[in-house]
């Protein structure tokens, strides 16, 4: 039976096993295969395609693994193809339907493998899992792993819905720290016009961030953790009263004017600068984002605060849960063979070795990984692991069908814009799903 979701224990085990871990330097286990001619005895050339486009501290050091790779092993080229993240899924599945995939990929978990195991042509790694045995727990893995079969290890745990504030223009109206309710919110909101600064900076050209960001957040405050798990199931249906009201959310901070006008042709990375700039006093975006807002930010990150979306009165949810989800599996096309196969594992043998997990920490990404956290861990990443040590809430593009997925970023797009209604989007959720389990 196919893994729809990401096991929620793992978000629990992941930040839990981080925050206990004792300090400690990093790892000097060897890397897998790091030596030169560990690769093929013939040069192999490996395409692969990556959506690691956008300037985050992880993809920077994702791509400077590929060359050091490239430099230890000289018989080994790997050429690589950066897609921009909007354009990624869409490329790939492409690439699936046709039988034209590249040799490595980006392979997003859950419900997102269902084209490519459907299509038959991802290449399970089992033959080299023990690799991982004392590196990474089976809740890690689970996202990655169908029908008892692993095609992708991961490298982060990445809680998509952080709120982030600046302190000091929270304190201004009279909040020293971010609402605990969502009717503390609108307050805020409210005070935070009447003195001409945007309440909530989002960037939402590419559409997924209200939805992977910000619903997966109200959605569970309002309807409840297991709602998408109901609707998958049919014991339940996104024109419920408890779905729609989840929606009238964004349509009651949009004419509240909580977001910034251009959201929809603002992009993500822009949204990051604009909050930095202090034209927003919250956003939302994921966890990842924090190296650059508090780690990295050459002012300080102290006057950042991060939050979770708060309680909603009346919904079946519980407040202090995050979203998360395990990212960046690389999976291997099923048509690698011989020499091309011994040095697509080799590849993935460094990658994803030990180092990878304590550097991606010392940078303050969160990782599914065991061990200890370095000496030199940021105390913003303590903090980030404290606030999301009891998160369990879905993600929604993880558990929900492409189709429906892009039902309900048109609609979140078209509710912002005051085209639609939260009850015609609800309709046209339902429709997506039903043409689905048909």
């Known amino acids: 039976m196919k893994k729809s979701f990401i096991q929620k224990s793992l978000l629990v085990v992941a930040s839990a096993a981080l925050?206990?871990?004792?300090?400690?330097?990093n790892s000097d286990t060897p890397q897998a295969s790091s030596a030169p001619g560990a690769a093929a005895k013939e040069p192999v050339t490996l395409t692969m395609e990556y959506n690691w486009s956008s300037p985050n501290v992880d993809n920077q050091l994702y791509k400077e693994r590929i060359q050091k790779f490239m430099e230890l092993n000289p018989g080994i080229k790997i050429e690589a193809q950066d897609i921009p993240s909007a354009q990624y899924r869409t490329k790939l599945r492409t690439e699936a339907a046709g039988n034209s995939m590249p040799d490595m990929f980006i392979l997003f978990p859950g419900i997102e493998m269902d084209p490519y195991i459907d299509a038959k042509v991802l290449m399970p790694l089992d033959e080299i899992m023990d690799t991982w045995k004392d590196v990474l727990p089976a809740q890690a893995l689970a996202g990655y792993k169908v029908d008892g079969k692993q095609y992708a290890i991961p490298t982060k745990m990445t809680?998509?819905?952080?709120?982030?504030?600046?302190?000091d223009?929270?304190?201004?109206?009279?909040?020293?720290?971010?609402?605990?309710?969502?009717?503390?919110l609108l307050d805020l909101v409210k005070k935070l016009k009447a003195t001409d600064v945007v309440p909530i900076g989002i960037g939402n050209k590419n559409r997924w961030p209200l939805q992977s960001t910000v619903l997966s957040a109200v959605e569970d405050r309002v309807a409840g953790t297991d709602f998408l798990t109901k609707v998958k199931q049919g014991q339940a249906k996104f024109t419920d009263p408890e779905f729609i009201k989840a929606l009238s959310i964004f349509d009651e901070l949009t004419k509240l004017g909580a977001f910034n006008a251009d959201l929809n042709t603002m992009d993500e990375v822009q949204q990051q600068d604009y909050f930095l700039q202090k034209k927003a006093a919250i956003t939302m975006t994921s966890s990842t984002i924090d190296t650059k807002f508090r780690i990295s930010n050459p002012e300080g990150g102290d006057n950042i605060g991060i939050a979770l979306f708060p309680s909603v009165e009346g919904g079946k949810g519980t407040a202090g849960k995050s979203a998360g989800v395990v990212q960046y599996g690389i999976g291997l096309s099923k048509e690698l063979s011989g020499a091309k196969k011994e040095a697509a594992f080799t590849f993935l043998k460094y990658f994803y070795a030990p180092e990878l997990y304590q550097n991606l920490m010392s940078k303050g990404i969160v990782v599914p990984a065991k061990g200890d956290m370095p000496a030199d861990t940021s105390k913003y990443l303590k903090e980030m692991l404290e606030l999301t040590k009891t998160g369990d809430a879905l993600v929604f593009d993880s558990v929900?069908?492409?189709?429906?997925?892009?039902?309900?970023?048109?609609?979140?797009?078209?509710?912002?814009?005051?085209q639609k209604t939260p009850e015609q989007i609800a309709q046209d959720m339902q429709a997506a799903m039903d043409k689905v389990k048909k």
């Open 169 to 184: 223009m929270l304190a201004k109206v009279g909040y020293n720290q971010f609402p605990k309710t969502y009717a503390e």
């Open 159 to 167: 809680f998509v819905d952080i709120v982030y504030y600046h302190k």
């Open 19 to 25: 925050v206990t871990a004792t300090a400690c330097g």
């Open 400 to 418: 929900m069908p492409p189709t429906v997925k892009d039902v309900i970023e048109n609609g979140l797009q078209a509710i912002t814009m005051g």
